[in-house]
Nanobody
Framework: QVQLVESGGGLVQAGDSLRLSCAASGGTFSSYSMGWFRQAPGKEREFVAAILWNGAMIHYKDSVKGRFTISRDNAEHTVYLQMNSLKPEDTAVYSC???????????????WGQGTQVTVSS
């Protein structure tokens, strides 16, 4: 039983930066792999980034490599997504998720936050 709450979304201009946070409660945070996913209106949810419980494995969607950075602070039960050089195509609802195994596939994640809106204007 894990509860996840995202924050940090907002309306920004192209080229700006945002840092999303996902605070976890319940369960044992340090035992979970964590992922970030996003979904734009009319589109399917897609993988953005994932990080192993100890940070030893990290993967990104190709289109965000070099711009986004996923990190975690197990002592604070929080995972972050630093987003730099934002583009209009990054506009979406961003959700964090927790899984007992490391995965890039959303079906493997058992717990989800409510999502936070990121809007990037031209």
């Amino acid at each position: 039983q894990v509860q996840l709450v995202e924050s940090g979304g907002g309306l920004v201009q192209a080229g700006d930066s945002l840092r999303l946070s996902c605070a976890a409660s319940g369960g044992t945070f340090s035992s979970y792999s964590m992922g970030w996913f996003r979904q734009a209106p009319g589109k399917e949810r897609e993988f953005v980034a994932a990080i192993l419980w100890n940070g030893a494995m990290i993967h990104y969607k190709d289109s965000v490599k070099g711009r986004f950075t996923i990190s975690r602070d197990n002592a604070e039960h929080t995972v972050y997504l630093q987003m730099n050089s934002l583009k209009p195509e990054d506009t979406a609802v961003y959700s964090c998720a927790a899984s007992k195994i490391y995965s890039l596939v959303e079906d493997r994640y058992d717990y989800w936050g409510q999502g936070t809106q990121v809007t990037v204007s031209s």
